[in-house]
């Protein structure tokens, strides 16, 4: 008699099972890229999973605090009197920077310009950084709670450093600048050039676009935010030019840009609670059937 | 031990719960670091198939995709296919040494990871892809497996699964 030989693979290996479950995930991926439909399942996950994180998060926490609790006295003492200084200094721009503030709202007033919209500043704190092959995320642990909004722009003390992309109750997820697709509109602070600043992945160079080949540009220029579009207060320091390709053919030059703030060094950040107040008005239908009955007044 | 029995829900439950607190630690977001609670999971669809299987591995998927606040799916797809894997090779590996468990266990990540780092590729064109985010985890991951079966074999017995 024959016997067949065992066989390699198990034969009752439920194909249709996992189909269906393949499947379901497929759908659950569509739902999420297309739809934006699975936010209540995500909050949820998040609402469970957030003590572990917070939990999981102090170890870390701990060490750097055990460092501050046992520095000496001595360093202590100067690094109080160093921020005393600083402060001091500070206060002094800040009084500056107050009297400035008035004199230019009066000139705009006066030239009839739109006026700036004033912002506040929250303090966060990073909870962790997911694990992710492709891009740079980081969840802070303020939420809706604390009034973050998504599209809200993220900085560390020496710039912008993401943007808000998801917002659950007690934590809310943070773009980086370096995710693929990130742009943000900046100028020149030298020249006033206009362009904007895009994300290529990560830990590459950030890229300026939308300049001319021939633009004046150097190496060392500072890059801030125009506050074009709305979503960044203007004037925040974003990036450095740290290389320019000047391409032989005319579809323009690559300019390499590295941002100010250290992506991954820092543990605490501000999210700008930044809404403007106005956006540019439409005109409206009346306001143009006015300059023209005016028009034709002035004709007559 | 008389705590753990015999793969029983309580000791699957509690080294699946140690597996999500590894992976929620702030390790940090380098594309090596590896997956902990696959491999946990992977091994008790090899041992319990009856009680860990594809749903058990699609909930906790959907788990790590909003921890690593991805599309949700993605690791749920992966988790999927590292379970059918491992239901297809059973014989195979139980009737393996742990060495040879080893390098079927690695081949299984190996695959797994190909197929979310394809996954991934193909939702974000263009970002670089390099073959160290699919070998370096893998290989990773399959250094724990025999540590994994070492601690846990003293609970569960191929003998208990036979009976049944």
Same mark, same amino acid.
């Given at each position: ?24 995930? #497929?759908?659950?991926?569509? &739902? ?21 994180? !917070? %939990?999981? /998060? ?7 605090? /055990? ?29 500056? &920077? ?6 230019? /709202? ?36 303020? $939420? ?56 290529? $992945? *990560? ?13 004046? #540009? ?17 004037? %925040? ?20 840009? *590295?941002?100010? /703030? ?27 059937? !006015?300059?023209?009955?005016?028009? !034709? !007044?002035?004709?007559? | ?45 090899? +041992? ?26 993605? @690791? ?36 797994? @990871? ?40 003293? +609970?569960?017995? @191929?003998?208990?699964?036979? +009976?049944?």
């Amino acid at each position: 008699m024959f016997r067949s030989s065992p066989s390699l693979f198990n034969q009752d290996a439920p194909i249709l099972r996992l189909v269906f479950f393949l499947l379901l995930s #497929l759908v659950l991926l569509f &739902a999420d890229l297309r739809l934006h439909a699975t936010e209540q399942i995500r909050s949820f996950g998040q609402h469970v999973l957030y003590p572990v994180q !917070k %939990i999981l /998060s102090m170890p870390s926490k701990y060490a750097e605090f /055990s460092v501050e609790y046992f520095s000496t006295r001595n360093t202590l003492k100067n690094r109080v009197s160093d921020q005393a200084q600083q402060i001091e200094n500070l206060t002094l721009l800040a009084n500056q &920077a107050e009297s400035l503030e008035s004199e230019n /709202s009066n000139l705009r007033k006066l030239l009839n310009l739109q006026q700036k919209s004033p912002f506040k500043t929250l303090a966060t704190e990073i909870i962790y950084n997911p694990t992710n092959p492709v891009s740079q995320k980081i969840i802070i642990n303020r $939420g809706t709670i604390d009034g973050v909004k998504p599209g809200m722009p993220v900085a560390g003390s020496l710039g912008i450093m993401g943007q808000i992309t998801r917002v659950f109750t007690n934590s809310s997820e943070v773009s980086l600048l370096e995710e693929k697709d990130f742009s943000i509109p900046v100028f020149v602070e030298r020249s006033g050039l206009r362009g904007a600043l895009f994300g290529v $992945g *990560r830990s590459e160079p950030l890229e300026l676009r939308y300049i001319n080949n021939l633009a004046d #540009l150097d190496i060392g220029d500072y890059l801030i935010t125009s506050g074009i579009d709305g979503t960044y207060p203007p004037g %925040i320091p974003v990036a450095i030019i740290t290389k320019i390709d000047r391409a032989s053919e005319s579809s323009g030059a690559i300019i390499s840009c *590295r941002p100010f /703030s250290n992506l991954n060094q820092y543990l605490h950040l501000m999210v700008l609670l930044y809404q403007p107040n106005t956006i540019a008005p439409l005109p409206t239908e009346s306001e143009t059937v !006015k300059n023209r009955l005016k028009l !034709k !007044k002035g004709g007559q | 031990m008389s705590f753990f029995k015999l793969g029983s829900i309580r000791s699957i439950v509690i080294s699946l719960v140690i597996g999500v607190l590894c992976n929620v630690y702030p390790w940090g977001s380098s594309p090596w670091v590896p997956d902990f609670l696959i491999v946990i999971l992977i091994f008790w669809v090899l +041992q319990t198939p009856d009680k860990i299987n594809l749903l058990a591995a699609f909930l906790l998927g959907i788990l790590m995709d909003i921890q690593t606040s991805q599309f949700l799916g993605i @690791h749920s797809i992966t988790y999927l296919i590292a379970t059918f894997l491992m239901l297809l090779w059973t014989r195979r590996l139980l009737n393996s040494t742990l060495l040879g468990q080893f390098f079927i266990v690695f081949q299984v990540l190996l695959i797994t @990871h190909t197929i979310q780092i394809l996954i991934l590729w193909l939702l974000n064109a263009s970002s670089d892809v390099s073959l160290s985010y699919i070998t370096l985890p893998s290989l990773i991951e399959s250094l724990f497996w025999p540590i994994i079966s070492k601690l846990l074999i003293g +609970q569960t017995t @191929h003998f208990s699964r036979n +009976q049944s």
